[in-house]
Protein backbone atom coordinates (compact mmCIF):
# COMPACT_ATOMS: atom_id res chain seq x y z
CA UNK A 1 0.00 0.00 0.00
CA UNK A 2 2.56 2.43 0.81
CA UNK A 3 4.12 1.51 -2.89
CA UNK A 4 1.51 2.39 -4.36
CA UNK A 5 0.21 5.74 -2.56
CA UNK A 6 4.40 6.50 -3.55
CA UNK A 7 3.65 5.76 -7.22
CA UNK A 8 0.26 8.02 -7.13
CA UNK A 9 2.43 10.84 -5.42
CA UNK A 10 4.93 10.24 -8.70
CA UNK A 11 2.16 10.42 -11.21
CA UNK A 12 0.98 13.77 -9.70
CA UNK A 13 4.28 14.90 -9.75
CA UNK A 14 4.73 13.81 -13.42
CA UNK A 15 1.14 14.91 -14.50
CA UNK A 16 2.49 18.57 -13.32
CA UNK A 17 5.83 18.86 -15.17
CA UNK A 18 4.22 17.87 -18.59
CA UNK A 19 1.88 20.20 -18.29
CA UNK A 20 4.11 23.15 -17.51
CA UNK A 21 6.38 21.74 -20.01
CA UNK A 22 3.72 21.44 -22.72
CA UNK A 23 2.36 25.23 -21.83
CA UNK A 24 6.10 26.82 -21.28
CA UNK A 25 7.37 25.47 -24.51
CA UNK A 26 4.37 26.61 -26.74
CA UNK A 27 4.37 30.04 -24.69
CA UNK A 28 7.75 30.58 -25.31
CA UNK A 29 7.40 30.00 -28.90
CA UNK A 30 4.52 32.39 -29.16
CA UNK A 31 6.19 35.03 -27.07
CA UNK A 32 9.42 35.43 -29.14
CA UNK A 33 7.51 35.56 -32.29
CA UNK A 34 5.32 38.63 -31.12
CA UNK A 35 8.10 40.22 -29.77
CA UNK A 36 10.53 40.01 -32.73
CA UNK A 37 7.10 42.19 -34.63
CA UNK A 38 6.70 44.40 -32.35
CA UNK A 39 9.95 45.06 -30.59
CA UNK A 40 8.30 45.07 -27.11
CA UNK A 41 10.96 44.45 -24.29
CA UNK A 42 7.90 43.20 -21.80
CA UNK A 43 7.11 40.87 -24.56
CA UNK A 44 10.91 39.69 -25.11
CA UNK A 45 11.44 39.24 -21.64
CA UNK A 46 8.21 37.05 -20.62
CA UNK A 47 9.74 35.11 -24.10
CA UNK A 48 12.93 34.36 -21.82
CA UNK A 49 11.00 33.69 -19.29
CA UNK A 50 8.72 30.92 -20.33
CA UNK A 51 12.27 29.29 -22.21
CA UNK A 52 13.73 29.14 -18.45
CA UNK A 53 10.61 28.04 -17.22
CA UNK A 54 10.79 24.86 -20.11
CA UNK A 55 14.62 24.46 -19.70
CA UNK A 56 13.43 24.31 -15.57
CA UNK A 57 10.59 21.25 -16.03
CA UNK A 58 13.38 19.34 -17.88
CA UNK A 59 15.53 19.50 -14.64
CA UNK A 60 12.66 18.83 -12.50
CA UNK A 61 12.00 15.72 -14.47
CA UNK A 62 16.14 14.83 -14.91
CA UNK A 63 15.54 15.12 -10.86
CA UNK A 64 12.44 13.14 -10.26
CA UNK A 65 14.58 10.24 -12.28
CA UNK A 66 17.47 10.53 -10.44
CA UNK A 67 15.52 10.58 -7.38
CA UNK A 68 14.17 7.26 -8.17
CA UNK A 69 17.03 5.36 -8.38
CA UNK A 70 17.31 2.81 -5.82
CA UNK A 71 19.63 2.84 -2.45
CA UNK A 72 22.81 1.45 -3.24
CA UNK A 73 26.04 0.99 -0.50
CA UNK A 74 27.41 4.99 -1.28
CA UNK A 75 23.48 5.66 -0.94
CA UNK A 76 22.31 3.71 1.63
CA UNK A 77 19.28 5.82 2.20
CA UNK A 78 18.55 6.90 -1.34
CA UNK A 79 18.68 9.37 -3.88
CA UNK A 80 15.54 11.47 -2.63
CA UNK A 81 17.29 14.45 -2.09
CA UNK A 82 18.23 14.61 -5.81
CA UNK A 83 15.28 16.08 -6.68
CA UNK A 84 15.80 18.59 -3.90
CA UNK A 85 19.52 19.52 -5.77
CA UNK A 86 18.05 20.01 -9.23
CA UNK A 87 15.14 22.05 -7.97
CA UNK A 88 17.80 24.35 -6.11
CA UNK A 89 19.25 24.57 -9.82
CA UNK A 90 16.15 25.72 -11.22
CA UNK A 91 15.82 28.77 -8.25
CA UNK A 92 19.37 29.82 -10.13
CA UNK A 93 18.16 29.89 -13.37
CA UNK A 94 15.29 31.25 -12.64
CA UNK A 95 17.48 34.15 -10.94
CA UNK A 96 20.23 34.28 -13.43
CA UNK A 97 18.95 33.66 -16.54
CA UNK A 98 14.89 34.96 -15.72
CA UNK A 99 15.36 37.41 -13.35
CA UNK A 100 18.67 38.93 -14.46
CA UNK A 101 18.17 38.90 -18.10
CA UNK A 102 14.97 40.58 -17.86
CA UNK A 103 16.39 43.61 -15.89
CA UNK A 104 19.25 43.88 -17.63
CA UNK A 105 16.91 43.83 -21.23
CA UNK A 106 15.08 46.43 -19.61
CA UNK A 107 17.22 48.77 -18.68
CA UNK A 108 19.51 48.65 -21.69
CA UNK A 109 15.68 49.25 -23.56
CA UNK A 110 15.29 52.38 -21.51
CA UNK A 111 18.10 53.60 -22.69
CA UNK A 112 17.34 53.37 -26.15
CA UNK A 113 13.45 52.55 -26.26
CA UNK A 114 12.23 51.10 -29.65
CA UNK A 115 9.04 53.11 -31.09
CA UNK A 116 5.63 51.87 -30.11
CA UNK A 117 3.76 49.30 -32.35
CA UNK A 118 0.52 48.09 -32.09
CA UNK A 119 -0.22 46.41 -29.16
CA UNK A 120 -2.90 43.49 -30.45
CA UNK A 121 -0.33 40.82 -31.06
CA UNK A 122 0.98 41.20 -27.76
CA UNK A 123 -2.51 41.43 -26.25
CA UNK A 124 -3.38 38.25 -27.99
CA UNK A 125 -0.15 36.32 -26.73
CA UNK A 126 -0.41 37.64 -23.30
CA UNK A 127 -4.55 36.36 -23.27
CA UNK A 128 -3.03 32.78 -24.70
CA UNK A 129 -0.33 32.84 -22.16
CA UNK A 130 -2.54 33.22 -19.98
CA UNK A 131 -4.72 30.34 -20.65
CA UNK A 132 -1.60 28.10 -20.57
CA UNK A 133 -0.46 29.02 -17.49
CA UNK A 134 -3.35 28.97 -15.37
CA UNK A 135 -4.03 25.31 -16.81
CA UNK A 136 -0.76 24.72 -15.34
CA UNK A 137 -0.86 26.57 -12.32
CA UNK A 138 -4.50 24.95 -11.82
CA UNK A 139 -2.97 21.62 -12.00
CA UNK A 140 -0.69 21.80 -9.29
CA UNK A 141 -2.57 23.95 -7.36
CA UNK A 142 -4.89 20.63 -7.44
CA UNK A 143 -1.54 18.54 -6.16
CA UNK A 144 -0.97 20.89 -3.19
CA UNK A 145 -4.71 20.95 -2.18
CA UNK A 146 -4.61 17.03 -2.19
CA UNK A 147 -2.22 17.86 1.54
CA UNK A 148 -4.12 21.51 2.61
CA UNK A 149 -5.09 21.12 6.43
CA UNK A 150 -8.55 22.35 7.08
CA UNK A 151 -8.15 26.44 7.70
CA UNK A 152 -4.69 26.46 6.17
CA UNK A 153 -4.14 28.89 2.85
CA UNK A 154 -2.84 27.46 -0.35
CA UNK A 155 0.30 29.56 0.43
CA UNK A 156 0.81 27.40 3.88
CA UNK A 157 -0.19 24.63 2.08
CA UNK A 158 3.14 25.34 -0.14
CA UNK A 159 5.56 26.32 3.24
CA UNK A 160 4.72 22.81 3.73
CA UNK A 161 5.21 20.73 1.15
CA UNK A 162 7.72 18.54 0.49
CA UNK A 163 7.17 17.51 -2.69
CA UNK A 164 9.93 19.86 -5.12
CA UNK A 165 7.85 19.18 -8.32
CA UNK A 166 4.72 20.45 -7.09
CA UNK A 167 5.65 23.67 -5.10
CA UNK A 168 8.61 24.17 -7.80
CA UNK A 169 5.93 24.67 -10.66
CA UNK A 170 3.24 26.31 -8.20
CA UNK A 171 6.06 28.88 -7.35
CA UNK A 172 6.99 29.53 -11.40
CA UNK A 173 3.84 29.32 -12.36
CA UNK A 174 2.27 32.18 -9.77
CA UNK A 175 5.24 34.31 -10.96
CA UNK A 176 4.01 33.83 -14.64
CA UNK A 177 0.73 34.62 -14.37
CA UNK A 178 1.57 38.29 -12.30
CA UNK A 179 4.52 38.54 -14.90
CA UNK A 180 1.70 38.40 -18.15
CA UNK A 181 -0.18 41.28 -15.60
CA UNK A 182 2.62 43.28 -15.80
CA UNK A 183 3.52 43.19 -19.07
CA UNK A 184 0.00 43.44 -19.84
CA UNK A 185 -0.23 46.87 -17.70
CA UNK A 186 3.12 47.98 -19.19
CA UNK A 187 2.31 47.60 -22.77
CA UNK A 188 -1.60 48.87 -22.34
CA UNK A 189 0.04 52.56 -20.23
CA UNK A 190 2.41 53.09 -23.15
CA UNK A 191 -0.45 53.08 -25.54
CA UNK A 192 -2.15 55.16 -23.44
CA UNK A 193 0.56 57.63 -22.89
CA UNK A 194 2.36 57.29 -26.32
CA UNK A 195 5.46 56.85 -24.45
CA UNK A 196 8.29 54.05 -24.80
CA UNK A 197 9.01 53.97 -21.15
CA UNK A 198 6.68 51.81 -19.72
CA UNK A 199 7.12 48.84 -21.79
CA UNK A 200 11.09 48.44 -20.53
CA UNK A 201 9.94 49.44 -17.06
CA UNK A 202 7.55 46.28 -17.33
CA UNK A 203 10.59 44.00 -18.08
CA UNK A 204 12.26 45.31 -15.24
CA UNK A 205 9.60 44.25 -12.75
CA UNK A 206 9.06 40.97 -14.44
CA UNK A 207 12.67 40.70 -13.49
CA UNK A 208 12.83 41.76 -10.09
CA UNK A 209 9.55 39.55 -9.89
CA UNK A 210 11.55 36.62 -11.01
CA UNK A 211 14.15 37.11 -8.37
CA UNK A 212 11.99 37.12 -5.67
CA UNK A 213 10.26 33.85 -6.78
CA UNK A 214 13.91 32.30 -7.35
CA UNK A 215 14.36 33.71 -3.63
CA UNK A 216 11.11 31.69 -2.21
CA UNK A 217 11.63 28.54 -4.33
CA UNK A 218 15.95 28.69 -3.27
CA UNK A 219 14.68 28.97 0.16
CA UNK A 220 12.22 26.12 0.13
CA UNK A 221 14.40 23.64 -1.31
CA UNK A 222 17.53 24.67 0.50
CA UNK A 223 16.00 23.82 3.57
CA UNK A 224 14.74 20.61 2.59
CA UNK A 225 18.29 19.72 0.95
CA UNK A 226 20.06 20.14 4.40
CA UNK A 227 17.94 18.30 6.77
CA UNK A 228 14.76 19.43 7.26
CA UNK A 229 12.34 18.26 9.61
CA UNK A 230 8.85 16.23 8.82
CA UNK A 231 6.87 18.89 10.50
CA UNK A 232 6.50 19.89 14.63
CA UNK A 233 2.21 18.87 13.86
CA UNK A 234 3.84 15.51 12.92
CA UNK A 235 6.35 15.06 15.24
CA UNK A 236 3.50 15.82 18.11
CA UNK A 237 1.35 12.99 16.49
CA UNK A 238 4.18 10.53 16.79
CA UNK A 239 4.95 11.30 20.17
CA UNK A 240 1.75 10.78 21.22
CA UNK A 241 1.94 7.30 19.33
CA UNK A 242 4.86 6.53 21.73
CA UNK A 243 3.74 8.24 24.68
CA UNK A 244 0.30 5.98 24.42
CA UNK A 245 2.21 2.45 24.23
CA UNK A 246 2.56 0.82 27.67
CA UNK A 247 6.05 -0.65 27.15
CA UNK A 248 7.16 3.19 27.01
CA UNK A 249 8.26 5.19 30.22
CA UNK A 250 8.97 8.33 28.59
CA UNK A 251 10.00 9.61 25.24
CA UNK A 252 13.09 12.26 25.17
CA UNK A 253 13.83 13.35 22.19
CA UNK A 254 12.34 12.78 18.37
CA UNK A 255 14.43 13.88 15.35
CA UNK A 256 13.28 13.47 11.99
CA UNK A 257 14.68 14.49 8.35
CA UNK A 258 13.01 14.49 5.00
CA UNK A 259 14.72 12.25 2.27
CA UNK A 260 12.63 12.56 -0.15
CA UNK A 261 8.97 13.85 -1.14
CA UNK A 262 7.78 10.01 0.13
CA UNK A 263 10.86 9.19 2.53
CA UNK A 264 11.32 10.13 6.10
CA UNK A 265 13.79 9.33 8.67
CA UNK A 266 13.19 8.78 12.38
CA UNK A 267 15.09 8.51 15.50
CA UNK A 268 13.52 8.20 18.96
CA UNK A 269 15.16 8.67 22.05
CA UNK A 270 12.65 6.63 24.80
CA UNK A 271 12.88 5.30 27.59
CA UNK A 272 11.11 1.68 28.38
CA UNK A 273 9.52 0.55 31.20
CA UNK A 274 12.65 -1.04 33.64
CA UNK A 275 12.92 -5.12 34.17
CA UNK A 276 11.81 -5.61 30.43
CA UNK A 277 13.17 -8.73 28.99
CA UNK A 278 14.69 -7.96 25.87
CA UNK A 279 12.47 -9.51 23.56
CA UNK A 280 9.72 -7.82 25.27
CA UNK A 281 11.59 -5.01 24.30
CA UNK A 282 12.11 -6.00 20.58
CA UNK A 283 8.29 -6.66 20.45
CA UNK A 284 7.40 -3.65 21.66
CA UNK A 285 9.77 -1.58 19.14
CA UNK A 286 8.14 -3.59 16.48
CA UNK A 287 4.75 -3.12 17.47
CA UNK A 288 5.81 0.73 17.64
CA UNK A 289 7.36 1.00 14.20
CA UNK A 290 4.13 -0.78 12.19
CA UNK A 291 1.63 2.05 14.47
CA UNK A 292 3.94 4.92 13.32
CA UNK A 293 3.98 3.40 9.68
CA UNK A 294 0.04 2.89 9.95
CA UNK A 295 -0.41 6.90 10.70
CA UNK A 296 2.64 8.20 8.63
CA UNK A 297 3.74 5.54 5.52
CA UNK A 298 6.08 8.34 4.75
CA UNK A 299 8.67 7.20 7.74
CA UNK A 300 9.98 4.74 6.19
CA UNK A 301 13.47 4.00 8.68
CA UNK A 302 12.85 4.21 12.28
CA UNK A 303 16.17 4.16 14.59
CA UNK A 304 15.94 3.79 18.52
CA UNK A 305 18.80 5.36 20.46
CA UNK A 306 21.11 2.24 22.30
CA UNK A 307 19.87 4.14 25.48
CA UNK A 308 16.48 2.97 25.44
CA UNK A 309 17.71 -0.49 25.74
CA UNK A 310 20.15 -0.16 28.43
CA UNK A 311 17.33 1.85 30.81
CA UNK A 312 15.48 -1.31 31.03
CA UNK A 313 17.84 -3.39 32.14
CA UNK A 314 17.27 -3.98 36.10
Given at each position: ?108 ALRNPEPLEDPLWNYLVLAVSACFEGYSWN ?78 LGRETGNLLVGESMGQDAIRRVRGIFEDDA ?68
Open positions: MADEGKDDKKKGGNKVIYAALAANLGIAVAKFVVAAITGSAAMLAEGIHSTVDTGNELLLMLGEKQAAKPADARHPFGYGKELYFWALMVALSVFSLGGGFSIYHGIQVSRKELNKKRKPGASLWQTMRASKDATVFTVFIEDSAALIGLAIAAIGITLGYIFDSPYFDPAASILIGVLLVGAAFTAVLCVDRLMSMQLGPEEVLLTAAVQFKRGMRIDEVETAIARLQKAVGAVFPTIRHIYFESGALRATMP
